[in-house]
């Protein structure tokens, strides 16, 4: 991985870092056999002490990653396109107006082990609303996470995952889309699976985890 950037941005700063990361190539598109599409938004925020990223914890008793912390987003309906998809997700998750986000570009598609294609779209928020409201049934809550924060490097770590804990066909389909060959284990076969602790109570790992490393790499890194 590169050198995080040291600096403290402001919104605007992290605004065109954010888009000339996401010009410098076309993102990576997959596709399964037999897995639906779905998008997440990486919602930028303007707040008065820096800009922030949204993150939802998902209530228990989704039958997909319940009680994980993820991206406001969900399965798309027929036809819809991931833009669309993922504003329409964050405003019926947390409140999110979709006419007050501006798109900005996609993220790789990457493999959910819950058999989903997943797009991240981000987007910059001017004017986010002072509060969000989460989605009964669906968000157990909604969280903001400092951008400084998260790109503090000694605030993410690493950890190696067993693969084994998956069914064979969906280990083998998130091999081959999410992990590039130096983050597999040579002598285990493990996984290298990135966490980020800006809040030790709200621990960012797993899916969500890559796509803000994929994020990170691209806009702040050196």
């Known amino acids: ?22 010009a410098r190539r076309p993102p990576r598109t997959l596709e399964v056999a037999g897995y639906r599409r779905a ?9 008065k002490g820096g800009p922030t ?3 939802t914890r998902r209530a228990a008793a989704l039958p997909h990653h319940g009680g994980e912390i993820s991206f406001p987003g969900g399965g798309l309906l027929p036809g819809e396109q991931a833009e669309a998809g993922a504003l329409r ?23 959910s082990v ?8 981000v987007a910059a928020v001017r004017e986010p609303p002072a509060v ?60 290298l699976v990135w966490s980020f602790h800006a809040d030790e109570s709200r621990v960012v790992w797993g899916m969500t985890a890559r796509v803000l490393t994929d994020l990170i790499g691209r806009s702040f890194e050196r």
């Open 1 to 22: 991985m590169g050198v995080v950037s040291a600096w403290d941005p402001d919104f605007q700063e992290a605004l065109e870092r954010t888009r000339a990361g996401l």
């Open 39 to 47: 998008a997440v938004l990486l919602a930028l925020l303007d707040r």
């Open 53 to 55: 990223l949204l993150f």
């Open 89 to 111: 997700e964050a405003e019926e998750e947390v409140g999110l107006p979709p006419g007050c986000a501006e798109v900005l570009g996609r993220l790789d598609d990457l493999v």
């Open 114 to 121: 819950a058999r989903f294609v997943v797009t991240p779209v």
């Open 132 to 191: 969000f409201a989460a989605a009964p049934g669906e968000v157990e809550e909604h969280f903001e996470l400092e951008l400084v924060r998260l790109l503090d490097p000694r605030l993410r770590r690493s950890t190696l995952w067993d693969p084994a804990r998956l069914p064979p066909e969906v280990a083998q389909a998130v091999r081959l889309a999410n992990i590039p060959a130096e983050d597999v284990d040579p002598a285990t076969g493990h996984w």
